[in-house]
């Protein structure tokens, strides 16, 4: 049979086989604090017994807090983390136990947009060759055929060919962002991992790049997992939610028909309640916020701990919450919450 053009995997047409183009089952990671003893150094988990899938074609944010788990979810999706547990499955296979060879024909479908453009390139190469470098190394053409690649790929982020010439600290940090996201688009993959793609960006810069990542999506028919810790970006680029805390998944539901303001799990509903607003008279009392270590208290192995995460913090918490860690449920058309409360 002829290689296809797509690559070793080549690109599955509609009749797909799996509903998901990336799913996590009951997947963990956790890392081992530093210290002499490594038998007494204790175990911080990141993530905790988390399943989600990402249908085709579809965007899914991420929310939470620093420290909720999201990005090491994330990257664990998009095969930069092995799993201590559980299994991430691609197109149906799994990939978190494949060796580095064997998960080199994968590289090229799932490439991830990471937060600081800055560090993405290589301050001797120039915006062009860090972004040709890309292409050479996952589809091995040649330098020519690789330039006109970066020509074509800065052209539908916004860019002229001109940046190619450029280092990456010659041009502002919103231009990096497009330079950044034209590196990950370039080898035509099909799962992009977006790790707060706006996050450094001002206002205006983020609405820009926001619509920018929702035309190139559904230009190519690309599939987001779309991290960030602002649940008011999300509207913009993605269909469906999942928010995090402490290591586990706390609800989940799609935008349509269920918009954000549907969200019944207490901790959803403080994180829309935090997002700045506009007017001053529009702001809320947030008293009932405890500090952000409480919920490192709860990330610390043995995980079986019979609590929900939340409850330290929850202002709706009963009996039931401190003794029993709640599982997500359906709570309503593709909605689901983990909360004994709801």
């Given at each position: 049979?002829?290689?296809?053009?797509?690559?070793?995997?080549?690109?599955?047409?509609?009749?797909?086989?799996?509903?998901?183009?990336?799913?996590?089952?009951?997947?963990?990671?956790?890392?081992?604090?530093?210290?002499?003893?490594?038998?007494?150094?204790?175990?911080?988990?990141?993530?905790?017994?988390?399943?989600?899938?990402?249908?085709?074609?579809?965007?899914?944010?991420?929310?939470?807090?620093?420290?909720?788990?999201?990005?090491?979810?994330?990257?664990?999706?998009?095969?930069?983390?092995?799993?201590?547990?559980?299994?991430?499955?691609?197109?149906?296979?799994?990939?978190?136990?494949?060796?580095?060879?064997?998960?080199?024909?994968?590289?090229?479908?799932?490439?991830?947009?990471?937060?600081?453009?800055?560090?993405?390139?290589?301050?001797?190469?120039?915006?062009?060759?860090?972004?040709?470098?890309?292409?050479?190394?996952?589809?091995?053409?040649?330098?020519?055929?690789?330039?006109?690649r970066v020509y074509d790929m800065l052209e539908q982020v916004g860019l002229d060919r001109s940046f190619a010439d450029r280092m990456s600290h010659e041009i502002s940090g919103g231009q990096r962002q497009r330079a950044n996201i034209a590196r990950a688009?370039?080898?035509?993959?099909?799962?992009?991992?977006?790790?707060?793609?706006?996050?450094?960006?001002?206002?205006?810069?983020?609405?820009?790049?926001?619509?920018?990542?929702?035309?190139?999506?559904?230009?190519?028919?690309?599939?987001?997992?779309?991290?960030?810790?602002?649940?008011?970006?999300?509207?913009?680029?993605?269909?469906?939610?999942?928010?995090?805390?402490?290591?586990?998944?706390?609800?989940?539901?799609?935008?349509?028909?269920?918009?954000?303001?549907?969200?019944?799990?207490?901790?959803?509903?403080?994180?829309?309640?935090?997002?700045?607003?506009?007017?001053?008279?529009?702001?809320?009392?947030?008293?009932?916020?405890?500090?952000?270590?409480?919920?490192?208290?709860?990330?610390?192995?043995?995980?079986?701990?019979?609590?929900?995460?939340?409850?330290?913090?929850?202002?709706?918490?009963?009996?039931?919450?401190?003794?029993?860690?709640?599982?997500?449920?359906?709570?309503?058309?593709?909605?689901?919450?983990?909360?004994?409360?709801?």
């Amino acid at each position: 049979m002829r290689p296809s053009k797509e690559g070793p995997l080549g690109r599955l047409k509609k009749g797909r086989s799996v509903e998901y183009l990336v799913e996590t089952k009951n997947i963990r990671k956790w890392f081992v604090k530093p210290g002499f003893f490594s038998s007494c150094r204790p175990r911080v988990s990141a993530v905790y017994d988390v399943s989600l899938g990402i249908p085709w074609g579809s965007s899914l944010g991420l929310i939470g807090e620093s420290g909720s788990g999201k990005s090491t979810l994330g990257r664990m999706m998009a095969g930069l983390e092995v799993p201590s547990e559980g299994q991430v499955l691609y197109r149906g296979t799994e990939i978190s136990s494949l060796s580095l060879k064997a998960m080199r024909p994968y590289r090229r479908h799932i490439q991830m947009i990471f937060q600081n453009s800055a560090e993405v390139f290589d301050p001797a190469y120039t915006i062009g060759q860090s972004i040709g470098e890309m292409v050479m190394n996952n589809e091995g053409i040649r330098a020519r055929e690789s330039l006109l690649r970066v020509y074509d790929m800065l052209e539908q982020v916004g860019l002229d060919r001109s940046f190619a010439d450029r280092m990456s600290h010659e041009i502002s940090g919103g231009q990096r962002q497009r330079a950044n996201i034209a590196r990950a688009l370039v080898v035509r993959p099909e799962l992009v991992v977006c790790d707060e793609p706006v996050s450094s960006l001002d206002y205006s810069l983020r609405k820009q790049i926001l619509t920018l990542l929702n035309t190139l999506r559904k230009k190519y028919g690309l599939t987001y997992l779309f991290i960030t810790h602002d649940l008011y970006c999300v509207p913009y680029v993605c269909n469906g939610v999942a928010i995090m805390y402490g290591g586990k998944l706390m609800e989940r539901f799609d935008l349509d028909p269920c918009p954000l303001q549907a969200a019944v799990h207490p901790y959803t509903r403080l994180l829309l309640a935090s997002a700045p607003v506009k007017h001053p008279s529009e702001r809320r009392d947030f008293s009932q916020d405890l500090p952000a270590e409480s919920q490192q208290e709860y990330t610390l192995i043995p995980d079986s701990r019979s609590c929900c995460r939340f409850y330290p913090r929850c202002e709706n918490g009963g009996p039931r919450c401190s003794r029993e860690e709640p599982i997500l449920r359906a709570v309503g058309n593709r909605h689901w919450a983990a909360c004994h409360r709801t």
